[in-house]
Each structure stands twice: as structure tokens, then as C-alpha cells.
């Protein structure tokens, strides 16, 4: 009727299909999804819900693992064991979601996991916290738990950088940028290339050097306190950047303004 198995997820995957349902969890660690051609993320807090015959994908950031809870696509007969549970279960897989979990639910799943987890945990305690998870989430969606739509893929170029101006003085990685658009490194990787024609990492120094001239310009403020407000290491590292980039010294910005 149903399984339930721990999983850490690769960072490349291929798409597929099978004739089950099937929910997976996440437990730590960031994970992606990919159902037919619409993508989302999996974190601690979300569980995707993916209806049998449904092309999906799912890959993992490092040190990621999930809960996989495989349901038959089978329609007991009326009189079968559990059938009213099931029913109940079976309607969670009506369409894809990505729910959101509440804390009481999120706890659940990760005292279920580590039950799960342990060598010799038998099958019939699996199945049946597998059961009490789908269950609970049955009736959280029931209630109007929230859901989180899956989207075609693309990055939001404007968005990106609001993100990188609202965190200038913090030190960004292309992880962080990748994460707000909801995709592994890799996959932003390549429709980054596609869609700005650079490279994440000229982005990033290309947005703060534009805020440094920016503060040059305008502000009577030190070049030290400038370079700090805009995510240099120090008042050299913005000189030399500024002067291999755009040509030009702090101290000549100044004097064209």
C-alpha cells in the first residue's frame, strides 16, 4: 500500500515517472524539484506532493535528506481495511503541491525520521508513521494549510539584484542568489549565463562596484566606510576592483562629479 525510506538526494538527477504517488519530505539540507517542467524548493518546513504518471525530478544541495513516502495509486473496494484513511490519502495527490508545514507537523516528520531511521525500525512502524503524516497532511490541506505553486523555470533579474542591494555589506555566494530563485547551483548556473549574459560572480561585482560609484559621487563619505557598506574587504580591494573595472581611482570618481 505505501513505503517510507530516508534519502539523501544527488545533485544531478534525471527525470521520471512511476505508478505510485509520492510525497517526499525534507528533513535538512536545501532540495529542488522539478515537475513537469515547473520548479519549486524543499526545505525542513515544505513537503512536495507528486500524483503517479507525472514526469518530476528532485536534486539536493550537500548535506540534504528527505522522506519519501511512495503510496499505490490503487481504489479499494468499499468494506477494504482503511479504506476511509486512504481515500483521504489518495486525495492529497489530486494535482502536484508544495505544502507548508506547521510546526506540529514539521515535528512529527522529524520524530518519524528518526524513529525511521534507526537499523532496526520494522516495516510495519514505518508504514504506519508514514500513514500519520499523510494523514495529518490530508487534513492540514483540508483546513487551508499553504501551499507554495511550482513555477516554469526562469530567474527574475531585478529581483536578484533587490536581494544583492538589501545585503551589500553581507558576503553573498552564488548559493544565496540560486536560493532566491529557487534552483540548484548548477541550474542556475546555466539559465544565469542564458539570461544576463554574464557570470553570476560578474553580477555581484558589477552591482556593488555600481553602488560604490554611486556613493562616490554623492556622499562625502570615507572610502573605507564606503568600501565596507558595499561588500569589500577593505578600502584597497575596492581601489583595485574600481581601477581594473572601470579605469578609474575613488579619488578620480570624486573629482568628475
Given amino acids: 500500500m505505501l513505503s517510507a525510506r530516508l534519502q539523501t538526494l544527488p545533485e544531478f538527477t534525471h527525470q521520471h515517472t512511476h505508478d505510485h ?37 528532485f536534486s539536493g544541495g550537500p548535506e540534504n535528506q528527505v522522506l519519501v513516502i511512495n503510496v499505490d495509486a490503487w481504489h479499494p473496494q468499499p468494506g477494504e481495511a482503511h479504506c476511509r484513511d486512504f481515500a483521504a490519502i489518495r486525495r492529497l495527490f489530486s494535482k502536484t503541491v508544495v505544502v507548508g508545514l506547521d510546526a506540529h507537523l514539521q515535528q512529527l516528520v522529524q520524530v518519524s525520521a528518526t524513529e525511521i531511521r534507526r537499523p532496526c525500525a520494522e516495516q510495519g512502524i514505518r508504514n504506519h508513521l508514514a500513514t500519520a503524516i499523510l494523514l495529518a497532511l490530508s487534513d492540514r490541506l483540508a483546513r487551508g494549510a499553504e501551499t507554495v505553486p511550482l513555477r516554469r523555470p526562469g530567474l527574475d533579474p531585478e529581483k536578484l539584484r533587490q536581494f544583492v542591494l538589501e545585503n551589500l555589506n553581507e558576503r553573498i555566494t552564488v548559493e544565496d542568489l540560486a536560493a532566491q530563485a529557487c534552483l540548484s547551483q548548477s541550474r542556475f548556473h546555466e539559465l544565469f549565463r542564458k539570461t544576463m549574459a554574464t557570470s553570476p560572480y560578474r553580477f555581484l561585482l558589477n552591482t556593488r562596484l555600481d553602488q560604490a560609484c554611486q556613493m562616490l559621487r ?40
Fill in 21 to 57: 504517488h509520492q510525497a517526499v519530505i525534507g528533513l535538512y539540507g536545501r532540495a529542488e524539484v522539478n515537475v513537469a517542467g515547473r520548479e519549486g524548493r524543499l526545505d525542513t518546513w515544505r513537503a512536495c506532493l507528486v500524483p503517479a504518471r507525472i514526469p518530476h525530478e
Fill in 218 to 257: 554623492t556622499t562625502s563619505l570615507p572610502v573605507a566606510d564606503i568600501s565596507a557598506r558595499t561588500g569589500f574587504s577593505s578600502q584597497s580591494a575596492l581601489t583595485t576592483a574600481l581601477r581594473k573595472h572601470r579605469g578609474l581611482t575613488p579619488t578620480q570618481l570624486r573629482s568628475h562629479a
